[in-house]
C-alpha cells in the first residue's frame, strides 16, 4: 500500500490510536477508519465457514503415530481416553479408520483425518470430501487455535491469569471467535471491521462487502459496515431479494422512486430502533436493484446439504462479480452450520462396527461430511472459475470439546465444551500439506502447537478433563488472513486490539 | 468513584444554589405529577448564531467553570478517574419518591451523529429550589478531546427531554439544532418542590379506571396480550375495568388446558392438542406415514397451529404472551425431540404455562423435571461415568444458570453489572460450579412408560409426567457438591456427600437412599438458583424486554426485582408481583414514549398476531404459503417452538448494529428478513385483492386467512378521506404515535390511488401496507 496515496476520508479520530483506547472503541462504534487504500487491481475473498455449537477438534485430526501414546508419553492417549476397540463403547475414532497425512513441517509423524472428511475413502460412490485438497498442498490445518487474552500455561491458567471473559459459554465464545475480542463482549466482528478499513479497495460499488448466508452475524458486522443477508441456494440471486407488490401500479407501486414506502424510510431517523429497522430495509433495497441485474449463473454441482447450499450461493456471486457497474475486488462472505454442540450422540452407536456405526455415523460424522463435500465443491467450482488462488475458506467454531467423554447413558455417549480447537483453511494461495500453530509460551511441546493427549497435561485447563489451552489466538488467524486479505499493517494492528500481546501476527499458512 | 463525585457535588451544592439565581431566568414551566411529563433541561439564548440556538447552563462539577469541558477535570475528586463530570439543571423531572440517578439516561449527540451515552451519577433537588435538579453526568471516554458541541438529552420514564447543546473542548462545530429549539431559561420564581409519588401510589392511579389514556390503554395491550383486536372488546373492557383489575382478571384466566382428570387419553392438559391418536400407539395408524400423517402427528405443525388460534382467540392473552416470554429464555427445541415429536414436546410448554403465573422456584424446579427439557439439554439419563471419575454431562447445569434464572455476570438489583475495582465484570459461577452443579443432576431419568389409552397392550414413552431417580444407582454422584453463595448462604451451599447409606453395593434400600438423596440434591440446587441475588434482576430483565422496552432504565428493573424479591406479602419469586411492576410502572404506562431508546422491534410472532387481531383474522392459523409444513413465522425468521439452538430465536443482549443499544429482535432482522416482513403485509392485505391467504388443503391450509377491513375502507370512502383513514389507522396500530411526516406522506400516497370501482379497497390496502410496513409501526413504542 502506498502510503502517499492514500485518501484521508475522516480525521475527527485521529486522537484515538492507542491500544487501550481500540479495544473500548469497539464497543462504543466510533468511527475510527481514517484512511482508505486505492481500488484494487485483483480479486480475492475471504470465505468464512463458521462451525456452530463447538466442534471436536479431538476427532478431526487424531494423532495416528502416537494414537495410543500422547506425545507426552505417558499411556493416557487418545484411544485409552476415548475409549477402545473391545472396551466401553467411547467417541474414539478406530485407527484403520483414519485418513493417514504426513504434514510436511512435522518430522515425519503422522496424523489422521476423521474419515468423513473424505467420505469417498471409505464408502466408495460418495461425494468427495478434501482429502485431495491436502494431497494437492491447498489445505492446511491450524493446530488448537482459540480465543486467548494473552499467551498462557496451564500454570497460569491454575493462577487465574488470563482467561478469557466466560470461557465455555457458548454464546460469549461465539462472539469472541466472530468479535476477535477476548476480554470482553465485542460489538462488532473482524470480517467488519476488517471491510471498515478496506472498502476502498472496492471503491464504489453496490454490494457491501460482507455478505451473510446465515442470517444476520457478529463478524460480518463492522462499526461503519453493515452486510447484506441474502438465502442459501437454491434460491436465485435475482429472488434472494424480491418485494412483492399485488396492488395498484403507478402511482400506489411503493417501491418507486419517490414512493411513499421508500420516503417512510427516511422519517424519524433520530429514533434509535427505528433507525435501526430502516436501515435494514434501505441496504436490502440497494442490494436487491443490484442483484435483479445480476442474473443466475450457473455453477458445478454442489451437494444438496445446508452449507453446500451456502456455499453454492457464493460461487454464484463471485461469478457475478465482474458484471455491477463497478465491479467487486474485495468480498468477505459469512456461512454457518450448526448441530456441533454434542453433547450426546457425537458418535454411533458403536465405534467398532465401521459399516453402521461409529464415527462415520453420529451428529459429528455426519456434519464433517457435509462440511468436507461442500467444501470440496467450492474449492472445485473457484478452480474452474480460475479463482483458486484469489479466495481463501477458513473455519472457526466457539470451541472444541472435552478429550474425556461426558456420561450420559451407555448409547449416547457426547462430549462438554472446551477451548482450542483445530482449524482447516483452503486454497490455491493456502501453503497447504502442512499443519501451523506456536509453541507454548514456555517453549515446551510441538513447535506447531499440537496439544499433548493427556487429561491433566501440560495443555490441559484445571478440570483436567482435555480442554486445551490454545497455543494460537483466533487474532493471530484472523490477522494472517486479513493480512493476505488486504489490510494494511498499521490497520491490522487496529482492527485486531489484542494482538501485540502474541508472539507472531502472521502465522505464515498464506502465500502473501 | 461514584461515591467521589457525589461527594464533590454535594460539597458544592451551596454554590450552585447562590449561583442560579444570577442564569436562571424567564416564565415558570408547570410541574405535575401526571403520566407522560417530559423533563426540561435548562439552557438560554445563545448570543451568537453560530454558537447555535441555545446553550445548556452546565457547569464543571467541581470546579464550577463554564463551557467548553475538557475531558480530564485538573482538579477532580476521583484520582482513578479523572474522567469530568459536568452539571445540568432540569425542572420538571417527574421522579418517584427515593428515584434517583439509576432512573436517568443521557447521551450526547457530536456533529458526526455518534451518540455517546452519559452515565447520569447523581441527581437531587438544589438547595431552596424545590423544583429545580442539578444533574451530574460522567462524559464519555470516547470522547474525542476536540469534539466541540454536542446535544445532550436526559431521559426519564421513556421521556425525553429537549436536547441543549454543551461544547467538549471547544465550542462549535455540533450538530444542528433541533427543529424549534428555543432557550429554555429556568423560572424567575422557583417551581415548588413536587410531591413525589411513590410507586404504589403511582399505581393505585390506575385503579381509577378513567385514569388512564386512550393512548396509554392501547399501549398497555400491545404489552400485555397478543394485540389489541379489532371490535374493540378487550379495549373497551380495560377501559370499564381499568388496568389493575384487568390484570387481576387475567391473572385468575385459567390456562386453556384442560383438568388431567378429564382428559381421555393421558392425564394431560390439551391446551395444546394432545389427544390426537398419534400412529406410534394408534392401533390403525397407517402402516405407510403420508406427507399429511407425519404433518399432522409427527411434527409440531399441530402445536404451531394450535398456539396462533390460541393467540387470535383464546381469553387468557396475559399468559400466553408471559408464557412465551419464559419460553424464550428456558428454551427446549422441538427438533431435538425425536425429530419435532409434538407428544414429546407440549408437556414443556404446558408446564411453563402452568407456572407463568405461579412462583419462579417451582418453574424451575418442574422445568428440570420435565423430561422434553430432560431431552433437549441431557439431563434424562445423565450419569456419573463412574463414582471415583464422575464427569456426567455439564449441559444442563450450564445452561440452567446461564439462561434460565442467574446468567453469567453478577448483578446488582438494577440489573447492571457489578463491577470489580478495575471495572471488569464479575462472573456468577465458574467451570468448577458447573461441575458441580452437573453431578447434582444425576440419576433422573424418564417415568413409567405409559399404557395407551387406545390401545391398551402398546405403551408410549413417558414424556408427560416429572422425571423421576431412575433405578440404576451407578448412575448417581453421591459425592458432596459445592454450589454458590445466594440470600440466604453468604458462604456456597454444599450438597452434602450421601454417606454410608449411599455408598456401596446396589441393595434396594441403598437404591432407595440414592433416589432420595437425589431429590433432597436437586431441591437444593434449585433454592440455590431460585435465592441467588441475580435471580430477580435477570428475570426481570428478560420479561422487560419482551414485553415493554429493549433498554430499561436500570431504575426500571430496580423495582421489579424488587417485586421478585418480596410481593409485599414477604414472598419471593411471585411471578405475579412481578408481572404487575412490569405493567404499572412509569416507565411502562403514558400515552406516548420520547427517550429515542424505548420500545423494542416486534418480532415475527408479535408482528403477526398484533396485525391478524387488529383485523378481526379468521384463520386457519397457519398462514405460511409454503407447502412445506413449518411455523407460521418460519419466513420471517422465526420458527416457532424450533429456535436454533438454547440461546432461543435470537440472543436475549444482542447489541443493534452502530449503537450501545440491545436489541434482541433485530438478531433476526436482516436484509432478507425485513423483506419478509415487508412481504407478508402484501401476501396479508394487498394479494388477491384482499381476501387474505386463500384455502388450500393441499398445501396445508384448511380455510386460509381472511382479515376484514371493510370498516376502514368506509372510512376512505365518507367524507374525511385518506386523512380519516389514516387517522384511524394511527390509532388503532399505533397508539396514536405515528409522526406528522409519515402521516401525510401516506395520505398523500393513498390520495394518489387514482379513484375508480375499487379506489376504497384499493386505498385501503395502501394505507395498511404502508403503516404495516414501516419502521415507526414494527417498532413497538
Given at each position: ?51 456452530s ?159 451473510s448466508l446465515a442470517g444476520t452475524s ?11 443477508a441474502i438465502a442459501a441456494a437454491p434460491t436465485?440471486?435475482?429472488n434472494v431479494l424480491n418485494l412483492s ?35 435494514t430495509?434501505?441496504?436490502a ?19 444438496n446439504t445446508s452449507?453446500?447450499n451456502q456455499?453454492?450461493q ?21 456461512c454457518s452450520v450448526g448441530g ?173 | ?225 397478543w ?45 395444546y392438542p ?17 406427507a399429511n400423517?407425519l404433518r399432522d402427528f409427527y411434527s409440531l405443525y399441530p402445536l404451531q397451529k394450535q398456539f396462533m388460534l390460541n393467540a387470535l ?7 400466553q404472551?408471559?408464557?412465551f416470554?419464559?419460553h424464550k429464555?428456558?428454551v427446549a427445541g422441538g427438533q431435538q425431540l425425536?425429530n419435532n415429536q409434538p407428544?414429546?414436546y407440549a408437556?414443556y410448554l ?26 433437549y ?169 419482551q ?54 422491534l416486534r418480532e415475527p410472532v408479535l408482528l403477526m398476531t398484533h396485525l391478524l387481531?387488529?383485523?378481526?383474522a379468521?384463520t386457519d392459523g397457519v398462514l405460511v404459503t409454503s407447502i412445506t409444513p413449518g411455523s407460521f413465522s418460519t419466513p420471517l425468521g422465526q420458527n416457532v417452538f424450533n429456535p436454533p439452538t438454547v440461546f432461543s430465536y435470537f440472543p436475549?443482549?444482542y ?9 434482541p429482535e433485530f438478531g433476526i432482522l436482516d436484509t432478507s428478513t425485513t423483506y419478509a416482513r415487508t412481504n407478508f403485509m402484501n401476501t396479508l392485505f394487498?394479494q388477491?385483492?384482499?381476501?387474505g391467504i386463500l384455502a388450500s388443503p393441499a398445501n396445508n391450509r384448511p380455510t386460509g386467512t ?66 404495516a410496513t414501516?419502521?415507526?409501526?414494527q417498532?413497538?413504542?
Open positions: 500500500m502506498n502510503e502517499s496515496r492514500r485518501k484521508f476520508l475522516r480525521t475527527s479520530a485521529c486522537g484515538l490510536t492507542s491500544a487501550a483506547m481500540l479495544a473500548s472503541m469497539d464497543r462504543l462504534n466510533l468511527v475510527n477508519a481514517m484512511v482508505q487504500p486505492d481500488v484494487a487491481a485483483d480479486y480475492r475473498a475471504l470465505v468464512c465457514i463458521f462451525l455449537g463447538g466442534t471436536d477438534g479431538n476427532n478431526m485430526v487424531i494423532p495416528f503415530d502416537d494414537y495410543n501414546n500422547p506425545v507426552g508419553g505417558t499411556t493416557n492417549g487418545y484411544d485409552n481416553v476415548r475409549g477402545v476397540p473391545g472396551g466401553p463403547p467411547g467417541l474414539a475414532v478406530l485407527k484403520t479408520q483414519l485418513l493417514q497425512i504426513t504434514p510436511s513441517n512435522t518430522s515425519g509423524v503422522s496424523y489422521g483425518f476423521h474419515p468423513n472428511l473424505s467420505p469417498e475413502a471409505h464408502n466408495a460412490g460418495q461425494a468427495k470430501g478434501f482429502m485431495d485438497i491436502w494431497n494437492a498442498g491447498k489445505l492446511a490445518v491450524l493446530c488448537n487455535v482459540g480465543s486467548l487474552v494473552q499467551p498462557i500455561t496451564r500454570a497460569n491458567y491454575a493462577a487465574g491469569i488470563g482467561h478469557p471473559y466466560q470461557l465455555f459459554s457458548h454464546s460469549d465464545q461465539v462472539n469472541q471467535q466472530q468479535s476477535s475480542i477476548a476480554n470482553t463482549t465485542g460489538q462488532t466482528g473482524w470480517g467488519g471491521r476488517i471491510a471498515d478499513k478496506t472498502n476502498g479497495l472496492n471503491g464504489a460499488v453496490v454490494l457491501p462487502m460482507n455478505i457478529l463478524f460480518s458486522s463492522g462499526v461503519n459496515s453493515r452486510q447484506l436465485s440471486l435475482a407488490w399485488s396492488g395498484p401500479t403507478p402511482p400506489g407501486n411503493p417501491f418507486t422512486a419517490g414512493s411513499s414506502f421508500r420516503t417512510l424510510l427516511g422519517f424519524d431517523q433520530g429514533t434509535t430502533l427505528i433507525k435501526g429497522s430502516t436501515d430495509t434501505s441496504s433495497l440497494s442490494a436487491d436493484a443490484a442483484l435483479n441485474l445480476a442474473g443466475n449463473p450457473s455453477i458445478g454441482p454442489f451437494p452449507l453446500g456455499l453454492a457464493i460461487a454464484k456471486l463471485i461469478k457475478i462479480k465482474d458484471t455491477f457497474p463497478v465491479p467487486m475486488k474485495r468480498q468477505i462472505f459469512f456441533f454442540d454434542t453433547h450426546t450422540n457425537e458418535t454411533g452407536s458403536d465405534p467398532t462396527n465401521p459399516g453402521s456405526g461409529g464415527a462415520q455415523s453420529g451428529t459429528q460424522g455426519g456434519l464433517l461430511t457435509q462440511v468436507s463435500q461442500a467444501m470440496r465443491a467450492f474449492y472445485d467450482e473457484m478452480v474452474a472459475q480460475s479463482l483458486s488462488n484469489n479466495v481463501t475458506t477458513f473455519t472457526i467454531s466457539d470451541f472444541s470439546r472435552t478429550l474425556q467423554p461426558s456420561g450420559s447413558g451407555a448409547s449416547t455417549v457426547g462430549t462438554d465444551h472446551a477451548w482450542g480447537t483445530h482449524a482447516f483453511i483452503m486454497g490455491g494461495a493456502v501453503l497447504g500439506g502442512a499443519f501451523y500453530g506456536s509453541q507454548r509460551p514456555d517453549h515446551s511441546g510441538l513447535l506447531y502447537g499440537f496439544p499433548t493427549l493427556q487429561l491433566g497435561g501440560p495443555d490441559d485447563t484445571t478440570s483436567n478433563r482435555g480442554q486445551w489451552i490454545p497455543t494460537t489466538s483466533i487474532d493471530q488467524y484472523a490477522a494472517t488472513l486479513a493480512s493476505w486479505y488486504g489490510l494494511a499493517g498499521p490497520d491490522v494492528a487496529t482492527v485486531f486490539p489484542s494482538l501485540s500481546k502474541f508472539a507472531t501476527s502472521n502465522l505464515g499458512f498464506l502465500t502473501p | 468513584m461514584k461515591n467521589r463525585a457525589f461527594a464533590s457535588s454535594k460539597r458544592l451544592v451551596a454554590f450552585v444554589g447562590a449561583g442560579l439565581a444570577m442564569i436562571l431566568s424567564g416564565a415558570l414551566a408547570p410541574v405535575s405529577a401526571a403520566p407522560s411529563i417530559s423533563p426540561t433541561l435548562i439552557s438560554v439564548s445563545a448570543g451568537l448564531p453560530s454558537a447555535g440556538a441555545t446553550r445548556a447552563v452546565a457547569l464543571e462539577s467541581v470546579s464550577m467553570t463554564s463551557e467548553p469541558f475538557s475531558l480530564s477535570a485538573e482538579t477532580n475528586f476521583s484520582p482513578n478517574d479523572p474522567r469530568t463530570r459536568i452539571t445540568l439543571f432540569a425542572i420538571n423531572l417527574d421522579l418517584l419518591a427515593g428515584e434517583t440517578r439509576n432512573s436517568l439516561t443521557a447521551d450526547a449527540e457530536d456533529a458526526a451523529h455518534v451518540h455517546y451515552p452519559l452515565k447520569v451519577e447523581y441527581v437531587s433537588t438544589v438547595p431552596s429550589f424545590d423544583g429545580v435538579y442539578m444533574v451530574v453526568m460522567r462524559l464519555n471516554d470516547l470522547m474525542p478531546s476536540n469534539l466541540g458541541d454536542v446535544l445532550i438529552r436526559l431521559n426519564l420514564h421513556g421521556m425525553s427531554s429537549n436536547r441543549v447543546r454543551v461544547a467538549i473542548g471547544q465550542i462549535g462545530g455540533g450538530p444542528a439544532d433541533d427543529p424549534g429549539a428555543v432557550g429554555t431559561p429556568a423560572p424567575q420564581t422557583p417551581p415548588a418542590a413536587a410531591t413525589a409519588l411513590t410507586v404504589a401510589q403511582f399505581q393505585a392511579q390506575y385503579s381509577n379506571a378513567a385514569f388512564a389514556s386512550d393512548q396509554d390503554l392501547r399501549r398497555f395491550l400491545e404489552q400485555a396480550s394485540g389489541g383486536k379489532g371490535d374493540d372488546s378487550d379495549f373497551n373492557h380495560v377501559r370499564s375495568i381499568g388496568i389493575p383489575a384487568y390484570i387481576n382478571e387475567q391473572f385468575n384466566t385459567p390456562p386453556q388446558f384442560v383438568d388431567a382428570a378429564s382428559d381421555p387419553l393421558f392425564p394431560l392438559s390439551s391446551d394432545f389427544s390426537a391418536p398419534y400412529p406410534q400407539f394408534f392401533p390403525g395408524a397407517p402402516a405407510v406415514c403420508d400423517c382467540t383464546q381469553p387468557d392473552q396475559l399468559r404472551r408471559v408464557s416470554a419464559f429464555f428456558i425425536n407428544f414429546w408437556p404446558q408446564t411453563i404455562d402452568r407456572n407463568s403465573f405461579g412462583n419462579f422456584r417451582n418453574m424451575l424446579f418442574e422445568i428440570t423435571l420435565n423430561p422434553g427439557m430432560g431431552e439439554l441431557n439431563m434424562r439419563g445423565n450419569s456419573v461415568v463412574s463414582r471415583a471419575n464422575p464427569t456426567p454431562n455439564e449441559n444442563y447445569a450450564r445452561e440452567i444458570m446461564q439462561l434460565f434464572s442467574i446468567g453469567t455476570d453478577l448483578l446488582n438489583q438494577d440489573g447492571t453489572p457489578v463491577l470489580d475495582a478495575q471495572g471488569n465484570r464479575v462472573p456468577t459461577y465458574d467451570q468448577t460450579n458447573i461441575s458441580n452443579l452437573a453431578r447434582v443432576f444425576t440419576g433422573w431419568d424418564l417415568g413409567l412408560n405409559k399404557t395407551s389409552a387406545i390401545d391398551p397392550n402398546a405403551t408410549v414413552a413417558n414424556y408427560q409426567d416429572p422425571m423421576i431417580p431412575n433405578g440404576n444407582a451407578n448412575r448417581y454422584d453421591i459425592a458432596a457438591k459445592t454450589l454458590l453463595t445466594d440470600i440466604n448462604h453468604p458462604s456456597p451451599v454444599v450438597v452434602p456427600a450421601c454417606g454410608s447409606a449411599c455408598t456401596t453395593g446396589t441393595s434396594p434400600s441403598q437404591l432407595a437412599a440414592d433416589q432420595a438423596y437425589a431429590i433432597t440434591s436437586l431441591n437444593t440446587a434449585i433454592d440455590n438458583l431460585f435465592n441467588h441475588p441475580n435471580a430477580g434482576p435477570y428475570v426481570c430483565t428478560q420479561l422487560i424486554h414485553l415493554v422496552t429493549s433498554n430499561p432504565a436500570p431504575a426500571y428493573v430496580g423495582r421489579c426485582a424488587a417485586a421478585f424479591a418480596n410481593n409485599g406479602s414477604g414472598v419471593r419469586g411471585d411471578i405475579k408481583a412481578v408481572i404487575t411492576a412490569i405493567l404499572l410502572d412509569p416507565e411502562a404506562r403514558g400515552d406516548v414514549k420520547t427517550d429515542p431508546n424505548y420500545g423494542h387481531r387488529a383485523f378481526n379468521v436475549a443482549d447489541g443493534l448494529p452502530g449503537t450501545s443499544l440491545v436489541g394487498v388477491n385483492s384482499g381476501a381472511q382479515i376484514s377491513f371493510a370498516s376502514y375502507q368506509a372510512l376512505v370512502a365518507g367524507s374525511g378521506g385518506p386523512q380519516a383513514l389514516v387517522d384511524a389507522l394511527n390509532a388503532k396500530l399505533m397508539h396514536g404515535t405515528m409522526s406528522a411526516a409519515m402521516n401525510a406522506s401516506i395520505v398523500a400516497a393513498v390520495t394518489a390511488v387514482p379513484v375508480s370501482a375499487t379506489q376504497a379497497l384499493q386505498r385501503t390496502q395502501t394505507a395498511i401496507y404502508l403503516v414501516s419502521a415507526q409501526y417498532v413497538e413504542r
